[in-house]
């Protein structure tokens, strides 16, 4: 069988060059890549990750812990990691926290802390001071989505800033009723994303001058069962009704929508809606949104996980090592579609 230093002299490459080509590290020009692996196909060479791991101490596999691996944003996230994972040649070990806080401390105490992890990318978890501190002890990079993380790369987007922006948009149309539906106190638990969305729209309403009732802030679950109940609830009064509703979540958008149905209101013409997310559904529903992309977001902490993980070397035809800076702001897409318009008593006769 052949060995890496014919695959090496068939490709034309250094042996550390192929050696990086074929275990998955990101510092090797696309070019190289491609001639490591088509030299090692053709001498029906295959690397061993057991040996590799023994010679660099690597075990390539990355650890990514979500709260609820069910929930659409997870899931996306989770299909961006392992797109990126399976292409750099990486395993993935997926641990789901859930709602329970020992299971979550079992993880981040005892089973990531096992070396049998290269890196760490964390979604929507707050971790301590001494929980990142035990991963840095045992030298595994760490990756954080949703938040900032001290001394760790983090992805996140501007949550306060787009749910202002949300809400200008209803603002902008000539709405001066406006709900808003935000998520319960233990979605509040890591990162605060409904306490930021709701604090961007109250910010947002204070700065046009609208009032704000709080009969028309209602609580969900970030789903559209949970919201449709709530949006059932909000919308229950016809003299009090408001003209639009900015939801912290599109799966929460979705349930007003529904709860609006059954009270024979039409959207966008009896009742305005815009969401935050990008669901995969919101143009089914023809949802007003800003898409945050979370398979996006998946592939860039693999890629910045991995980064981190090459930062040690570098192949000269690869460039500058691709090393993504502390803290990245994802960019996002404000999508408008039919859910939102003018309100009714601004609407031309028909």
């Not at 987007?157 to 709900?179: V, Y």
């Not at 409904?194 to 802030?217: D, H, N, S, T, V």
């Not at 809606?273 to 860039?300: K, M, S």
């Not at 702001?329 to 309100?343: M, Q």
């Amino acid at each position: 069988m052949a060995g890496i230093k014919e695959v090496a002299s068939r490709a034309g490459l250094s042996v550390a060059t192929v050696s990086r080509a074929l275990s998955g590290k990101s510092n090797v020009s696309s070019r190289s890549r491609r001639l490591a692996q088509e030299a090692a196909r053709e001498l029906g060479f295959v690397p061993s990750y057991h040996a590799s791991s023994l010679a660099s101490g690597r075990n390539h596999n990355i650890g990514l812990v979500v709260p609820n691996v069910q929930r659409w944003y997870f899931s996306s996230v989770l299909e961006g990691v392992t797109e990126t994972l399976l292409d750099a040649g990486y395993d993935l070990t997926l641990y789901n926290v859930g709602e329970q806080p020992e299971r979550r401390n079992s993880i981040l105490t005892n089973f990531l802390l096992r070396k049998r992890l290269d890196a760490v990318i964390a979604v929507a978890l707050m971790l301590n001071e001494e929980e990142i501190g035990q991963l840095q002890a045992v030298h595994r990079p760490i990756v954080g989505i949703g938040g900032p993380l001290p001394g760790a790369s983090t992805i996140r987007i501007d949550d306060e800033g787009l749910a202002m922006m949300a809400t200008r948009h209803l603002i902008g149309l000539g709405h001066t009723r406006i709900a808003h539906i935000t998520g319960d106190a233990r979605l509040n638990r890591d990162f605060r994303l409904p306490r930021l969305r709701q604090r961007g729209f109250a910010a947002a309403m204070a700065a046009a001058g609208l009032p704000i009732r709080q009969e028309w802030y209602a609580t969900a679950d970030f789903t559209i069962p949970g919201a449709y109940a709530a949006g059932r609830r909000l919308l229950g009064t016809p003299a009090e009704r408001p003209t639009a509703v900015f939801a912290a979540s599109d799966e929460m958008a979705m349930g007003v929508m529904l709860a609006a149905r059954d009270f024979g209101l039409r959207v966008p013409q009896d009742l305005s809606v815009v969401g935050i997310d990008g669901h995969e559904l919101a143009e089914t529903f023809g949802l007003t949104t800003v898409n945050q992309d979370p398979r996006g977001q998946g592939r860039l902490a693999a890629a910045t996980a991995l980064g981190l993980l090459d930062d040690d070397g570098r192949d000269p035809d690869a460039g500058p090592a691709a090393v993504a800076a502390q803290d990245q702001e994802y960019p996002t897409e404000f999508v408008i579609r039919n859910s939102t318009a003018v309100p009714p008593d601004m609407a031309e006769p028909a």
